[in-house]
């Protein structure tokens, strides 16, 4: 049985910093490509940044130099680091693991910047 479990949401003022962590079972996480989503009260979810298997990072541009994704394959984790936090990022973020036409979600930690 996959399980995602995120971890990390809260309540922030803006420009603080929230880390959120990904913790996976029932997968062999290595193999996985790795991604955080977020979505807003009203609005799509959107994709907030991915980390493949080998380690390649990708960001949604209003993201880039503010969040960082990394992962830990020996805890079967991935983090998102986010900085200089704003209202708009307020959220719920969910974790996603892919591999091939799988694909696997958590059941999302809030995230409100106010």
């Known amino acids: 049985q996959v399980q995602l479990v995120e971890s990390g949401g809260g309540l922030v003022q803006p420009g603080g910093s929230l880390r959120l962590s990904c913790a996976a079972s029932?997968?062999?996480?290595?193999?996985?490509?790795m991604g955080w989503y977020r979505q807003a009260p009203g609005k799509e979810r959107e994709l907030v940044a991915t980390?493949?298997?080998?380690?390649?990072?990708t960001y949604t541009d209003s993201m880039k130099g503010r969040f960082t994704i990394s992962r830990d394959n020996a805890k079967n984790t991935v983090n998102l680091q986010m900085n200089s936090l704003k209202p708009e990022d307020t959220a719920v973020y969910y974790c996603?693991?892919?591999?091939?036409?799988?694909?696997?979600w958590g059941q999302g930690t809030q995230v409100t910047v106010v």
């Open positions: 996603n693991a892919r591999i091939g036409a799988a694909s696997y």
């Open positions: 029932g997968i062999i996480f290595r193999l996985y490509n």
């Open positions: 980390i493949t298997n080998g380690g390649y990072t």
